[in-house]
């Protein structure tokens, strides 16, 4: 009986894995494709062939180059039928085979036959081909009906016209953009879909004027846009216009705030979104702006369809990193997500939550995540470890419970990504939270004695040997330590012993039993673990063989040694290695590509640098003897970006000294620097004396150095200073084939922007976790208030923001954070100052009508350490910060700077420089030249028709001026260079613009007669004019438009070959 | 952002993950294998997922994923990590809706590979390398269907015995069902 079940089943499974191109193989199908060469075409087998043909290439197969002509050949034989559905066909497998040019001159005929055929469908297909396979040349010949073709009554036929349009732009921008006025035409179509297509191509044939999509805008936006995607897209180009239009914000209504708003009621829903997130998105955002777009998409998140909440609770947890506030409303419907089918949509409603709570809902959201941790994937569950890590650095008194969960799911099952992030969120919360270190660290020793990944258990043991030493009970750690010799593998083992060794080192009480212990590693199985026990027994003194201090032993230890791996024949000695350590390049690199997947990753925690910085400065001797190092401060950038040699500086804060760590990297491969020093004038620095320097011995291209310069400082003071810095080196060139040097060099020095040592370098940020505690434990007679005007500002944050920087301390409780709008803030700080006072501040800012803001600011150092000289010393410098912080100050210094910061200012516009080139000229007798002219302050266009008018190839003309917030040039001004400084002494040049012409007016001494001129004793006023937009300016086409100059003369200027970089 | 609405890829796999028909826009996979690679990731990803009533999303690698399933076929519509998902939402029912009416409601791997053409024409008439055509399920189904009624419309052109061929296979078919 069992016997035809069994059969019947497996007939079945024959059935489902039924296809029609079951078996199907290449060279069949291509013997079949004969057909298309018959002489009584069959369209329905020939459809079948194609349709086999198509599936083989869509399953990936490829075909050889002779197989594809062969068959475009044969498809081409097609078109002598007249079925529709066969001609479909064939128009997909041309598209498909995408045929070489000489192969696309066949079919040119049939398609364009096509394209003025009377049925619709050929049409718009034939279009659609045509456009893709075709090139340049053929384009102009069919040009004309792709014209017709865009206002076609037909909207498959426009919309393929169009989207045509829009491909053929990247590969002929000068074509496309003839066809303006029928693409406007277009725009009027009553079909959606037209408009949406003719909107897309309109925008991208001016994208490069920013005046035509500005004035594109400001009409659609009041007119009807049908279409839901044309809409989408309007927003888009708005929040553009928006964006670059920025700069007026202060002053009332953001322009088209108003359409954006009312997209929020359109009925479709893709339009509410794109208008909900493109008011997120826009730049300072003000909270009343906000309000709409959250109500919107807060409704969204209790949709039913899983894209809507997405969609919604993505836009938000983007919006709860810059506005937590604003999110808050949403947080009932966020938490309801917690158990949303969906895991993506969890995970970001979990991730927002966190963001936005408050420190009281932090155990209940805990509560609603571990239940949630349980079921999602290992990929969403580092987004929320790294989130919760977040959380607890913002609010480090709930360290326990966010502690807690992260050991518990430590315990759990996951993968080794998944571990290695709650096993580094544990290292950078002890690392940061202090009263977190203790258990921390039991969690982690916990978590080893059943770790199935050696890399985390090798990193913990590290941890715990430089960490477990300091803490109040040292011993309890040495059990978990050791049970790793016993239980795990070698590599574990032979790090255990050097942890074992550390603890060794460091605590003397232990030292006896840590000899035991490592003794009885001295039989260990493996070779390694062998070695380390010998060694470290040997370093520490253990026979009271080795009269090696217990320094020496630690900074063995600890220290980092540069071993050479190659081996030799000479007996090992530990004194020949050399104890500076290449370190890798500080500067942290950021792979652009490396997304967090867009979950809303959290800025990543502090990086320990400073570990590195201390190795690294006392490896090197000189700077052995400065003590312990206070603060590092982040890199400072020396020059600016993509100069030839990059520098950045680190400045080093001892109790006695500076050190200055200046990163240099050579960024020209045909140069190598050897014996670079920086040459530092400290002549602005009155209390710091150079006690040393370090040179770089050689730098070669692309692969960083450092070169150091030591200070000396009275002890504890908080000295400041300027310092200017010139980089010496011996320049030697580099045969890039062989890579080999030249033997002698140049000596050649480059300068390097100014320095400062500032209040704020001596200042560590170290946060508290209660706050309150803290500030009550202190001695109210060390507290001290002072209030500050800090002058008209944008806005708060602004404020809060600079203090903090000027004062470089810590903010706590998420105070730094000011909700938009707020009339009044208070901020709490924390930190260091130099000599180990613990400082904490509070300010309290306050802003009126007029935007000045008020500050006060309250500060007491910890208890026990009060030491009034030093904190009358700190209170100095606050004080001093305060001046700097004053708008006049700021104003007069910039004046020094001169005029050109404040062309910069005032235009908010990138200086440009233009070189061009031109060839001779008509008339006026002037050989070829290259001319160089800095403009600044305009935009890119106006610059480049006015580069064409101030050509002078005697020198460098050079011409500043500013413009309005249009980017337009209002006024200029030219100073003549080279032989013509002299000479053209007197001559003024002025622009004005005027009904979309900048007028460019010129007076100067000397004779114009016809097209040449000289200079004499006449005034001569010349005038031009450059019709401002409608150009088309391009960077490497220029051809402005130069009407007849008023006055005396011609202004044929010919056509100069134009070479316009900028940067 | 000033950019155009724009699709990455629009996917049609079978229950195991296999082709049915596919087709890329973007040249962010240049190779058949990194095709491959990134179909077998989101079928991965998305198989366990209910994506039957309601059209799903899911993001991974900064590609935005929204996906239905009907019997043993899994459409799917990719786009870029900014792109509105709603947008492409719109275009994954747009292909879903006209799928289900070319194929008149048999929407199953079998049958769609069976009208493969029909699906193929479908997927050109909805995106044009990458921009958005058609989203109208009604429209889309309609550009494509015009020819198999027109198919017939050129009597002469068939002779007898294609014709009899046509109709046997109707009849066989229909009595396949």
């Not at chain 1, 959380?391 to 571990?419: A, Q």
């Not at chain 1, 500080?586 to 997304?595: H, I, N, R, T």
């Not at chain 1, 580099?734 to 033997?743: C, I, M, R």
């Not at chain 1, 909700?819 to 501040?841: A, E, K």
Request: net charge negative.
């Amino acid at each position: 009986m069992a016997q035809p079940l069994v059969k019947k089943d497996d007939d079945h499974d024959d059935e489902a894995e039924y296809s029609p191109f079951l078996g199907i193989e290449k060279g069949a199908v291509l013997q079949e494709a004969r057909v298309f060469n018959d002489p009584q075409l069959d369209p329905r087998r020939c459809s079948q062939v194609i349709t086999k043909l198509l599936y083989l290439l869509n399953q990936g197969e490829t075909f050889t180059k002779i197989e594809a002509t062969e068959v475009f050949f044969a498809v081409t034989k097609l078109f002598q039928s007249r079925d529709l559905g066969l001609r479909r066909m064939v128009y997909l497998m041309i598209k498909e085979l995408s045929p070489s040019s000489d192969e696309v001159i066949i079919v040119t005929s049939s398609l364009m036959k096509d394209m003025n055929s009377k049925t619709d469908m050929y049409r718009a297909n034939a279009i659609r081909v045509l456009c893709r396979i075709t090139d340049g040349t053929l384009l102009t010949q069919i040009e004309r009906y792709l014209k017709q073709a865009i206002v076609d009554k037909n909207p498959v036929v426009a919309s393929a016209a169009l989207v045509s349009g829009i491909h053929l732009l990247q590969s002929n921008p000068e074509i496309v953009k003839r066809w303006s006025n029928e693409v406007q035409e277009a725009m009027q179509s009553r079909a959606a879909l037209v408009q949406f297509h003719a909107l897309a191509l309109l925008h991208q044939i001016r994208q490069n004027d920013r005046l035509a999509v500005s004035k594109l805008v400001t009409s659609l936006t009041r007119g009807t846009v049908r279409s839901p995607l044309a809409q989408c897209l309007l927003i888009r180009y708005t929040c553009q216009v928006i964006r670059e239009s920025a700069g007026n914000t202060q002053t009332g209504e953001r322009p088209f705030y108003d359409y954006l708003e009312s997209c929020l009621r359109h009925k479709a829903e893709m339009v509410i979104f794109e208008a909900a997130r493109a008011i997120t998105e826009l730049n300072g955002v003000t909270s009343r702006e906000l309000t709409p777009a959250i109500t919107v998409l807060q409704l969204f998140l209790s949709s039913s369809k899983p894209v809507l909440r997405f969609a919604a609770v993505r836009t938000l947890n983007k919006v709860a990193m810059m506005h937590p506030m604003a999110v808050t409303n949403c947080n009932i419907d966020m938490e309801s997500l917690i158990s949303d089918q969906n895991r993506s949509i969890a995970t970001l409603a979990i991730t927002t939550l966190l963001k936005t709570g408050n420190e009281s809902s932090v155990d209940r959201l805990m509560k609603q995540i571990t239940n949630f941790m349980s079921d999602i994937a290992d990929e969403f569950k580092i987004v929320v470890v790294e989130a919760i890590r977040s959380l607890c650095l913002k609010f480090p008194l709930k360290y326990r419970s966010l502690m807690n969960f992260l050991s518990n799911i430590l315990r759990e099952e996951g993968g080794f990504e998944y571990k290695k992030a709650i096993v580094d969120s544990i290292v950078i919360l002890i690392r940061d939270i202090p009263d977190a270190k203790e258990s921390g660290l039991l969690h982690l020793c916990e978590f080893i004695e059943d770790c199935e990944f050696t890399y985390l258990s090798t990193q913990i043991l590290h941890f715990l040997g430089i960490e477990g030493p300091k803490t109040s009970d040292p011993s309890k750690y040495i059990r978990y330590i050791y049970n790793r010799v016993h239980l795990e593998n070698a590599t574990v083992r032979a790090s255990a012993v050097s942890t074992l060794a550390k603890f060794g080192a460091m605590v003397d009480s232990l030292k006896p039993r840590i000899f035991v212990l490592l003794r009885r590693c001295l039989f260990d199985s493996d070779d390694e673990v062998r070695d380390r026990a010998t060694l470290y027994l040997n370093t520490l003194g253990a026979d009271g063989a080795m009269d090696e201090t217990n320094e020496d032993a630690s900074e063995f230890l600890f220290g980092s040694l540069d071993v050479p791996l190659e081996s030799s024949d000479e007996p090992f000695d530990i004194s020949s290695v050399p104890r500076e350590v290449k370190v890798q390049p500080l500067a942290e690199k950021k792979a652009p590509s490396k997304k967090p997947a867009g979950l809303g990753a959290p800025p990543s925690g502090p990086t320990a640098t400073v570990d590195a910085y201390e190795k690294l400065l006392s490896s090197i001797p000189e700077f052995s003897s400065f003590g312990n190092l206070f603060k590092s401060s982040a890199p400072v950038e020396l020059t600016e970006a993509e100069t030839e040699y990059a520098v950045n500086v680190v400045k080093h804060i001892f109790d006695q000294h500076v050190v200055f760590q200046y990163n240099c990297t050579n960024t020209i491969p045909e140069q190598l620097l050897e014996n670079v020093t920086v040459l530092v004038d400290s002549s602005e620095a009155e209390e710091f004396a150079e006690v040393a320097s370090k040179p770089l011995q050689s730098l070669p291209y692309d692969s960083p150095g450092q070169t150091f310069v030591a200070f000396e400082k009275p002890q504890g003071v908080p000295a400041v200073g300027k310092f200017s810095n010139i980089l010496k080196f011996i320049v030697k060139e580099v045969d890039t084939s062989t890579g080999e040097a030249e033997d002698d060099g140049v000596e050649d020095e480059y300068r390097l922007e100014d320095l400062e040592v500032v209040a704020a370098d001596y200042m560590q940020k170290v946060g508290v976790s209660n706050f309150r505690n803290a500030w009550e434990n202190m001695n109210p007679d060390s507290e001290r208030v002072d209030e500050y005007g800090l002058g008209p500002r944008e806005n708060l944050s602004e404020a809060v923001n600079a203090v903090i920087n000027l004062l470089g301390m810590q903010p706590c409780e998420g105070t730094e954070v000011v909700p938009s709008n707020s009339r009044s803030h208070t901020c709490l700080l924390s930190g260091v100052f130099i000599g180990n006072v613990r400082v904490l501040v509070r300010l309290s800012f306050g802003i009126d009508g007029e935007k000045e803001v008020a500050m006060k600011l309250a500060r007491a150092p910890a208890a026990q350490q009060v030491n009034s000289g030093k904190l009358r010393e700190f209170g100095g410098k606050t004080v001093a910060a305060r001046e700097e912080l004053r708008p006049d100050k700021r104003d007069k210094k910039r004046k020094r700077a001169g005029v050109r910061e404040g062309a910069r200012e005032k235009s908010r516009e990138t200086a440009l420089e233009v070189k061009f080139a031109w060839k001779k000229r008509k008339g006026r007798g002037r050989s070829d030249g290259i001319c160089e002219e800095l403009f600044m302050g305009m935009n890119r266009e106006v610059a480049c028709n006015l580069a064409f008018l101030t050509i002078n190839e005697k020198g460098k003309a050079r011409m500043e001026g500013w413009c309005d917030g249009d980017g337009l040039l209002l006024l200029g001004e030219r100073r003549w260079r080279g032989e013509e400084e002299e000479e053209g002494k007197g001559s003024t040049l002025a622009f004005t613009e005027k009904d979309g012409w900048i007028e460019e007016r010129m007076r100067w001494k000397g004779k114009m007669d016809g097209s040449s001129w000289m200079y004499g004793d006449e005034e001569v006023e010349e005038q031009h004019r450059v019709e401002k937009d409608g150009l088309g300016c391009r960077f490497d086409e220029v051809v402005p438009v130069i009407e007849g100059p008023i006055g005396e003369g011609k202004g044929d200027l010919g056509s100069p070959d134009f070479r316009v970089s900028s940067n | 952002m000033e950019k155009c609405p724009s699709v990455k890829s629009i996917l049609l796999l079978d229950s195991e993950g296999k082709r049915v028909a596919v087709k890329y826009y973007s040249d962010d996979w240049p190779t058949n294998a990194a095709k491959e690679a990134f179909e077998k990731d989101v079928f991965t990803k998305t198989q366990k997922t209910n994506a039957r009533t309601e059209a799903e999303i899911a993001m991974f690698e900064n590609n935005v994923v929204v996906y239905k399933f009907v019997q043993d076929l899994h459409f799917f519509v990719t786009g870029g990590e900014d792109e509105n998902e709603l947008i492409l939402a719109t275009v994954l029912q747009g292909f879903f809706d006209a799928v289900g009416l070319l194929l008149r409601g048999n929407v199953d791997k079998r049958e769609a590979l069976e009208n493969l053409d029909l699906i193929l024409l479908c997927l050109d008439e909805i995106v044009d390398g990458g921009i958005i055509l058609e989203t109208d399920a009604t429209v889309i189904a309609g550009k494509v269907a015009s020819h198999s009624i027109d198919a017939g419309a050129p009597l002469s052109e068939q002779t007898i015995s294609q014709a009899l061929a046509t109709a046997r296979e109707h009849l066989t078919r229909s009595l396949l069902k």
